[in-house]
């Protein structure tokens, strides 16, 4: 079954709407958050898996050696294990969700986006790459990202968690203020 074919069925599936409460996802979360520790021995987290990946899709382009050299993704080598699966269970989870609560559709740029910076796919992707890389990069100085110092370092109460949560809410209302500060 294709992505179109799926896409198609999206007004089947909207009449059939499923709303997810905070409360059920945070419990959903929280039991998650358990499973991992109890099987996994790992807390809930993505930017390792993601760093983990970048050094084999950086081989072709950088070469082996460069990257088997490289002293930071020479701590942290790939290794299909339980944060490249949990990353792959986030993407295939996030769209069984959407496609569930009949909230699934392609847009490629974003209605808001579009008011506030035109509609301009190229602009949109150069701007969306850029933010996550620089995302991408606080979250590896920081140790961790939102799952893992919000969801799993938040749920230990580490109080660099709960730093790291404090910066990172403070950060997005101050982005989406400039960004969007044109809309009432």
Not at 3 to 13: D, E, F, K, R
Request: charged share 10%.
């Amino acid at each position: 079954m294709s992505v179109s074919s799926i896409a198609q069925n999206v007004p089947q599936l909207a009449a059939r709407r499923i709303n997810w409460t905070p409360y059920l996802v945070g419990i959903g979360i929280g039991v998650l958050s358990w499973i991992a520790f109890a099987i996994a021995k790992d807390p809930l987290g993505v930017t390792t898996a993601y760093s983990r990946i970048a050094g084999e899709v950086a081989i072709p382009v950088l070469g082996a050696e460069t990257v088997a050299t490289n002293s930071y993704w020479k701590s942290m080598p790939f290794a299909f294990d339980y944060g490249v699966i949990f990353l792959g269970g986030l993407m295939l989870g996030a769209f069984v969700s959407a496609l569930l609560s009949g909230t699934f559709k392609l847009e490629y740029v974003p209605d808001v986006w579009k008011q506030e910076m035109g509609s301009s796919v190229t602009k949109r992707f150069i701007s969306a790459f850029l933010a996550g890389i620089a995302i991408m990069y606080g979250a590896r100085m920081a140790g961790g990202c939102t799952s893992g110092h919000g969801i799993s370092g938040g749920l230990q109460l580490a109080v660099s968690s709960w730093l790291f949560l404090a910066v990172m809410f403070a950060t997005g209302l101050l982005t989406a203020k400039l960004t969007f500060r044109h809309l009432k």
